[in-house]
């Protein structure tokens, strides 16, 4: 009877979870939008979708975007304007998708101010979009912010590219809190940026990334929290969590000392570059110093040592070479809370 009863209770634990996923599913909606939205030439209209502000409305009275909707940008160029003004997302659950990176192009006018994008909210995506023509692509900085992705994103000629403040967790963190997978960042001066300057703790939320590129990129090209106990560098936080990536063209390294004697990143390709390499380090697995042949593109070319099956999903970098049928799909799990019938029930999606 027990055991009747507990399955009983289990199998509608599993039916009511079920329900929420298919009201989840079925409550989503995509919101498009196009450079018309920018007509004014202020992305006004847009940001009023996403500031959770129910009394701001966007293009013909749309309103706010909620947990588990798209924004999705459609093909065109959005330029802003030369005040300090620019994207800013404050809804959690909200993914923000372009038509793909040559697509769809977020831009600015002056690349010594301000930023295109800045992120405000937890468990957010942003994927298939371009970004240049600021000071900084996307600034990370919301209260509590988890869960951030960003995927399939071409930066170009960024100060800092991606930038996040510092933040810390109740506990150690173990695991990202922000994830880049297939990013191509070009040019500027810092790939990725932790805001803090005077080292952090083992609570510090980080990121990590995988089949990154960097080119271009002359001063630093993954700036993470350093962990400092008693004057010495301990840990350089996230450092496990960045793999299959290149590093071309470029003044810029990592920190030159703060990876030595620790776990570091696997499967880079450095070429290029002013810094000693972290080959020539002697650190790291299967890292190298060699010419990934890359095409205008960014692909690796057939015969490019970026791709091998030391590599996840066989290849290096921010693209994939033309000749595989990949595409990346590890994200952050983002959480979905929902009413359903007087009940709470988190699940992911």
Do not use: C
Request: proline share 5%; hydrophobic share 40%.
């Amino acid at each position: 009877m027990v055991s009747k009863t507990k399955n009983a209770f289990l199998l509608s634990l599993i039916l009511v979870a079920s329900v929420a996923f298919l009201v989840s599913s079925a409550d989503a909606r995509e919101i498009i939008v196009d450079p018309s939205w920018m007509a004014d030439g202020y992305p006004t209209l847009i940001n009023n979708i996403m500031d959770g502000d129910s009394e701001t409305f966007g293009k013909d009275g749309e309103t706010d975007a909620v947990y588990g909707d798209t924004i999705s940008f459609a093909s065109g160029t959005y330029e802003l304007p030369m005040d300090r003004v620019w994207f800013v997302l404050k809804i959690d659950g909200v993914d923000i998708k372009g038509a793909g990176w040559d697509n769809t192009i977020l831009k600015g006018p002056n690349a010594n101010t301000g930023f295109i994008f800045e992120i405000k909210s937890s468990n957010n995506t942003f994927s298939d979009l371009k970004m240049e023509g600021r000071f900084i692509g996307a600034l990370i900085n919301g209260e509590n912010y988890e869960n951030i992705n960003f995927s399939f994103l071409k930066t170009n000629g960024f100060d800092k590219h991606i930038t996040w403040d510092n933040q810390y967790d109740e506990s150690e963190t173990l695991e990202p809190t922000i994830w880049l997978e297939n990013v191509y960042m070009k040019e500027g001066s810092i790939g990725i940026h932790f805001a803090e300057i005077n080292g952090t703790r083992r609570e510090t939320k980080f990121l990590g990334g995988s089949h990154l590129t960097l080119d271009g990129v002359t001063v630093v090209g993954i700036d993470a929290p350093v962990i400092w106990e008693n004057q010495t560098v301990t840990e350089m936080k996230g450092n496990d969590h960045f793999s299959d990536s290149i590093i071309v063209n470029s003044q810029a390294e990592f920190f030159p000392d703060t990876y030595n004697g620790m776990g570091s990143p696997w499967n880079f390709i450095a070429h290029e570059v002013v810094e000693e390499t972290m080959a020539d380090r002697g650190i790291g697995k299967n890292n190298i110093e060699d010419n990934p042949m890359l095409d205008s593109n960014g692909r690796p070319r057939p015969g490019s040592p970026a791709i091998g099956r030391q590599y996840k999903d066989g290849y290096a970098g921010a693209v994939p070479p033309h000749f595989t049928n990949v595409r990346a799909t590890k994200r952050l799990p983002v959480i979905s809370v929902r009413e359903i019938g007087g009940l709470i029930i988190p699940f992911l999606i």
